[in-house]
């Protein structure tokens, strides 16, 4: 394992339910990492926002992001389907995304082993991270995933429905001017399409330690 001292910084892209998440929680936990999930960023706002019924002006913004903690990262609550689709709108928000970021810096700055997914991670965020990861996966095995978190939640939605969701959401995602989807140069892509989660820890757990080995020559 590398020392506490040292530097490395993992950042994770991809789709909705493409696997990202559950691949970072596995590296997370094989590496001691510290994960941050920045889709929880916005989801928290777009929580508060409806919560509490406001427009979300840039003072508005400004004030909720200061009150982030990862303890009101782990409500369960934002998970929500209405949440979702908010979080989704507002990310297309460039004065958004920019207090959003200033609570990533800070959390890069403030570790040594860094893992942060999300959709903008590799391109905006951390351009020089140590490694780039990008998640792909099929939109039929991502509706059958999201679907399988929505009954979890009790939420009563058809399949089709939740593809037609996802569909939509990868364009935007995609398409959007500020901080869009994309794959960089130099990313590592994994297809999770076929893969059960063991194999993809077997797949994820060789990636990191290859990179380990090439920066510091041990782990």
Known sequence: MIKKTKKFTIAIDG???????TGSKIISKEFKFKLLSSGKLYRYLAFQILKNKKKYNQKYIRTQSKK???????????DNPEITKLASIIATKKYIRN???????????????????????ASKIMPNADLKIFFKCSLKEK????????????KKIKLDEVEKSLKLRDFSDKNRKESPLIFVKGAVLVD????????MRVKLVKLVKKELLRKYGSI
Request: proline share 0%; no cysteine; aromatic share 6%.
């Open 15 to 21: 789709s909705s339910a493409s696997g990202k998440t």
């Open 68 to 78: 982030i903690n990862f303890e009101k990262l782990k409500n369960k609550k934002l």
């Open 99 to 121: 207090e959003l970021k200033k609570f990533q810096t800070n959390f890069i700055n403030k570790n040594k082993k860094v893992i942060i997914e999300g959709r903008d991670i």
């Open 143 to 154: 509706a059958k995933r999201r679907l399988k978190e929505y009954k979890k939640l009790n």
């Open 192 to 199: 999770t399409s076929n893969l059960t989660i063991n194999q």
